[in-house]
């Protein structure tokens, strides 16, 4: 199956959300709220559902690994089970059941063969259905090594496009240079020249970024119109900023999930992360789902949003709030929101 809108999910039982339920999204989706209000668990949630092998092994150590607890934390209290859905425009969806399990004797040979330690495992029942039908096993031992052991063959087709963009995962991706090969490979010369006219909204005189050989080493530049700046002497503000948007603007038709994209960014440059999270829902055709304690970000979103010509069914605000596990929410469209500012 193709790239389709998500348009709700369901939670109940993963992390803080005993039980959760949003709909209609829209094509850029902002949750604000208080710490511990359920945000990022949101956008876990969703990440899971749509790739849920890669989502499970990233959401466990996103916050830190602190032993098999880590493990244990995706369950909402005590519970055994966490279940999360989500339903897309084309009226498909994707549903993942999670239950704490126990090792399968069976299994253990491979399991030691990956090198994990047998004896202090943590085993997680995975039962996903709909687009994508399979039963899996996934292993993790005390020192955050994990395997996964499909016990059927999937049927049907993964939902492959979705990237969780925070902090952690844009200094991961490696140094800048690798940033900068990992956007031409995928995105190619388009999400290059979306990155060039983001940033000249600031830098005028910026005409491309590319990697040269210098001293014996390919490194990444910043060319202007007179001369070339390795990226490694700009300032703070414009580092930050490159390496988020070529992680932005990479992908193609895809849902992004954005934690707190404000966070390390210099403030004049803030507008420009604004103008990158409207540009690749509008140029790139990528569904944005973010959480932010901004509201100057939210403000920018706005103005940006306003300006680029996008309509109520582009844009939602979602003002979240948690009540003895229950997600509440007030949604905005964007003329509502533009009316509350």
Do not use: C
């Not at 425009?89 to 399968?104: A, F, L, N, Q």
């Not at 390496?243 to 707190?260: C, D, N, P, Q, R």
């Amino acid at each position: 199956m193709g790239y389709t809108i998500v348009k709700g999910l369901e939670v109940e039982g993963y992390r803080g959300l005993r039980k959760a339920s949003l709909t209609d999204f829209a094509g850029i989706n902002v949750f604000v709220g208080r710490n511990g209000s359920g945000k990022s668990s949101i956008l876990e949630a969703l990440y899971i559902a749509l790739k849920p092998f890669d989502g499970l092994k990233r959401v466990i150590k996103r916050r830190g690994w602190f032993g098999l607890a880590s493990a244990e934390s995706l369950f909402h209290g005590e519970g055994e089970e966490a279940k999360i859905k989500a339903s897309f425009e084309d009226g498909s969806w994707e549903e993942v059941t999670i239950k704490r399990g126990v090792p399968i004797p069976s299994h253990i040979d491979a399991l030691r063969s990956r090198g994990l330690d047998v004896d202090k495992l943590y085993a997680l029942d995975i039962n996903l259905k709909g687009r994508f039908t399979v039963e899996a096993v996934l292993y993790v031992d005390s020192s955050g090594r994990h395997h996964f052991k499909l016990l059927e063959n999937p049927i049907g087709t993964v939902y492959g496009g979705a990237t969780f963009i925070d902090w952690n995962s844009v200094y991961a991706y490696g140094a800048p240079e690798d940033v900068y090969s990992t956007m031409m490979r995928e995105g190619g010369g388009e999400a290059k020249e979306a990155v060039i006219r983001t940033l000249q909204a600031e830098y005028e005189e910026l005409r491309d970024i590319t990697v040269l050989y210098a001293h014996g080493k390919w490194v990444l530049y910043l060319v202007f119109r007179e001369r070339a700046i390795p990226y490694y002497v700009t300032g703070d503000g414009i580092r930050h900023a490159l390496t988020y948007l070529m992680a932005v603007f990479t992908s193609k038709e895809a849902v992004l999930l954005m934690e707190e994209p404000e966070l390390h960014t210099h403030p004049s440059l803030m507008e420009v992360v604004a103008n990158s999270i409207v540009r690749t829902y509008r140029e790139r055709r990528n569904q944005v789902f973010l959480s932010t304690h901004s509201l100057e970000l939210v403000d920018m979103l706005l103005d940006q949003a306003e300006k680029l010509g996008l309509k109520d069914q582009d844009l939602k605000i979602y003002n979240i709030a948690l009540e003895k596990g229950v997600l509440h929410s007030e949604v905005y469209t964007l003329s509502e929101a533009l009316d509350a500012v």
